[in-house]
């Protein structure tokens, strides 16, 4: 995977993606991200579970920083910010690299102590710090595009600032965030959030399910939750 996607029209390709298409009905169920988030405490449980932190720790600290710091900010702030924030912190390899295995959701907490991440983990990443900061759940999508330029399937985050705008796509291929409309380079394929999956098409897609189903978005909720942020499955 290569590390951001919709212009209204935008067809669905046949990617063959395979395990892919599985994904696409996982929901990012508007998880419950109001609870303050302890980071003290999270950086003792992830000493625990994972070991010594090693200058990871300085990363989640200033992540700790950025969430309070754009807290009250304006959204294209925040959005902003969050997105420098992330490409910034981690470098682009691929999960067999980090984690020796073909296809793994890190915690934005994994990432951060392993400073690297797939394009999964810097969407999920950018989406669990925009829902802490307000940021409606409505307004964000995880959406499955095909990379033109490296033929190859990627994730980007979507913000949709009404349901029909134009969204502004949050990527780790480059730093700007820009409106899907300009990402020429970008083909999308599917996108999803807490009301459902989309397809792609004009005035925000067109929603075609509801279903809820154990995935690797349940297995990232529980290893976050085992960290000690509130989040919550809906």
Same mark, same amino acid.
């Given at each position: 995977?290569?590390?951001?996607?919709?212009? =209204?029209?935008?067809?669905?390709?046949? *990617?063959?993606?395979?395990?892919?298409?599985?994904?696409?009905?996982?929901?990012?169920?508007?998880?419950?991200?109001?609870?303050?988030?302890?980071?003290? #405490?999270? %950086?003792?449980?992830?000493?625990?579970?994972?070991?010594?932190?090693?200058?990871?720790?300085?990363?989640?600290?200033?992540?700790?920083?950025?969430?309070?710091?754009?807290?009250?900010?304006?959204?294209?702030?925040? %959005?902003?910010?969050?997105?420098?924030?992330?490409?910034? @912190?981690?470098?682009?390899?691929?999960?067999?690299?980090?984690?020796?295995?073909?296809?793994?959701?890190?915690?934005?907490? +994994?990432? &951060?102590?392993?400073?690297?991440?797939?394009?999964?983990?810097?969407?999920?990443?950018?989406?669990?710090?925009?829902?802490?900061?307000?940021?409606?759940?409505?307004?964000?999508?995880?959406?499955?595009?095909?990379? %033109?330029?490296?033929? +190859?399937?990627?994730?980007? *985050?979507?913000?949709?600032?009404?349901?029909?705008?134009?969204?502004?796509?949050?990527?780790?291929?480059?730093?700007?965030?820009?409106?899907?409309? +300009?990402?020429?380079?970008?083909? =999308?394929?599917?996108?999803?959030?807490?009301?459902?999956?989309?397809?792609?098409?004009?005035?925000?897609?067109?929603?075609?399910?509801?279903?809820?189903? &154990?995935? #690797?978005? @349940?297995?990232?909720?529980?290893?976050? @939750?085992?960290?000690?942020?509130?989040?919550?499955?809906?």
């Amino acid at each position: 995977m290569v590390r951001s996607a919709r212009s =209204p029209g935008w067809s669905a390709p046949r *990617l063959g993606l395979g395990a892919w298409l599985w994904v696409v009905i996982w929901l990012l169920a508007s998880a419950s991200v109001a609870a303050t988030w302890d980071f003290s #405490r999270i %950086l003792e449980t992830a000493q625990q579970r994972y070991g010594s932190l090693g200058t990871g720790k300085a990363r989640i600290e200033a992540w700790s920083r950025l969430l309070q710091g754009e807290a009250g900010q304006a959204e294209r702030e925040q %959005l902003n910010a969050v997105n420098r924030f992330f490409n910034r @912190q981690l470098t682009f390899q691929d999960d067999r690299r980090i984690w020796r295995q073909t296809d793994y959701w890190a915690t934005p907490v +994994q990432a &951060l102590l392993k400073g690297a991440g797939d394009c999964e983990d810097y969407a999920l990443a950018k989406y669990f710090s925009l829902r802490k900061l307000g940021v409606a759940s409505d307004k964000l999508r995880i959406t499955y595009v095909k990379a %033109l330029t490296q033929n +190859q399937a990627h994730m980007v *985050l979507t913000y949709y600032p009404n349901p029909t705008a134009d969204p502004l796509v949050l990527d780790n291929l480059i730093g700007e965030i820009r409106p899907a409309s +300009q990402r020429k380079d970008l083909l =999308p394929v599917y996108a999803f959030n807490a009301e459902g999956l989309y397809l792609p098409g004009a005035n925000g897609g067109k929603r075609s399910s509801d279903s809820k189903k &154990l995935s #690797r978005w @349940q297995d990232v909720l529980q290893k976050m @939750q085992a960290e000690g942020f509130a989040v919550g499955d809906g």
